[in-house]
């Protein structure tokens, strides 16, 4: 399982929300690029940055901090929010994504994930799906998307989809677990799909619990910020 540290940005800031909620935010006055160089020193690989100005506004907003953390390390960076057109997605590879989660965009727009899938790879788009429960959630986990997270992964599967993040909201920033039941329940169904399990993390044995699922990722954000585990921990945990 690998192992992804999570960087949300608001205002160009590390913050963590409380189950997709922008009222009940905590702000971490933390330069992104900084906490980036870190977690590379540590040794981990990835980076999972997702743009909550974004992807409640609908459009780019934070790619300068992307450009900085791009230029100041060598980490993987997975990145989402805000996207609507293939020049978003264009631009987001130029300034140095490694990959690029299509949420909201792969829910009103789906031509535009198949495009994506063809023209740069089923390793290079993820598609991004935020869930209450098994419905899924966007515009930042604002409006119900009136599809369930199976409907929305079958619908691409033909197209090549290989990657999914698939976020429990319930369970985002709590620090009181994952939901087990949805990620044994995906792999189950999906046993070819390389899922990432997001949300709720709060310490070693709920990673050591997820790794034992063969699960292909894992995001880790709040608990980082906590100091529920270390980044020594984490670095000695992932393999690829």
């Not at 098994?134 to 079958?154: C, F, K, P, S």
Request: proline share 2%; with cysteine; charged share 20%.
């Amino acid at each position: 399982m690998i192992i992804v540290p999570a960087i949300d940005i608001i205002g160009g800031h590390c913050v963590r929300l409380e189950q997709g909620k922008y009222e009940n935010v905590k702000k971490y006055d933390l330069d992104p690029a900084k906490v980036a160089g870190e977690y590379q020193e540590a040794g981990l690989t990835h980076l999972h940055l997702v743009d909550l100005d974004g992807a409640k506004q609908g459009k780019l907003v934070n790619t300068a901090v992307l450009n900085d953390v791009a230029q100041q390390t060598s980490l993987k960076i997975d990145c989402g929010g805000g996207i609507k057109t293939l020049g978003d997605v264009e631009m987001l590879f130029s300034l140095g994504a490694y990959a690029v989660n299509l949420g909201s965009a792969a829910v009103k727009n789906p031509e535009l994930m198949i495009s994506c899938l063809k023209k740069y790879g089923s390793d290079k788009i993820i598609l991004s799906a935020d869930v209450m429960g098994d419905m899924v959630r966007i515009h930042g986990w604002q409006d119900d998307a009136n599809v369930t997270i199976y409907q929305l992964i079958e619908q691409f599967m033909e197209a090549g989809l290989t990657r999914a993040c698939v976020t429990a909201i319930k369970c985002d920033g709590m620090l009181q677990g994952p939901d087990f039941a949805l990620y044994n329940d995906l792999q189950k169904r999906y046993p070819t799909l390389k899922v990432t399990a997001s949300g709720g993390v709060s310490g070693m044995e709920d990673l050591e619990k997820l790794a034992a699922t063969n699960i292909y990722s894992c995001i880790v954000g709040k608990a980082i910020y906590e100091k529920r585990v270390t980044l020594k921990q984490l670095a000695n945990l992932t393999s690829e």
